[in-house]
Nanobody, 113 residues
Framework: VRLVESGGGLVHSGESLRLSCLASERILSLAHMGWYRQAPGKQREFVAEVTTYGSTNYADSVKDRFTISKNNDEDTIYLQMNNLKPEDTAVYYC????????WGQGTQVAVSS
């Protein structure tokens, strides 16, 4: 399974970005998928997930600002990030749990104050 993220960039505090993660195979109906992020000098941390049933979970730090969704027909999951803060600056990684965990290559998000 190959995962390709896109949508990162440089924005100002309070602005929005939408990340996408395209899967190489039709696994969205079979896999829990989600996002982690890693800021410079910090460990990778959980951001959000969407299960095969469509239920979602979020880290407390992004709840009410980020929304994860998926489109099975497009083999893509999304992360809508609103009201971005400088502390959201990180490389964002998409993952898929299907027998084992697969990771994308990451997309950089930078938020200036």
């Amino acid at each position: 399974v190959r995962l390709v993220e896109s949508g990162g960039g440089l924005v100002h505090s309070g602005e929005s970005l939408r990340l996408s993660c395209l899967a190489s195979e039709r696994i969205l109906s079979l896999a829990h998928m989600g996002w982690y992020r890693q800021a410079p000098g910090k460990q990778r941390e959980f951001v959000a997930e969407v299960t095969t049933y469509g239920s979602t979970n979020y880290a407390d730090s992004v709840k009410d600002r980020f929304t994860i969704s998926k489109n099975n027909d497009e083999d893509t999951i999304y992360l809508q990030m609103n009201n971005l803060k400088p502390e959201d600056t990180a490389v964002y990684y998409c993952y898929a749990d299907h027998i084992s965990r697969f990771w994308g290559q990451g997309t950089q998000v930078a938020v200036s104050s």
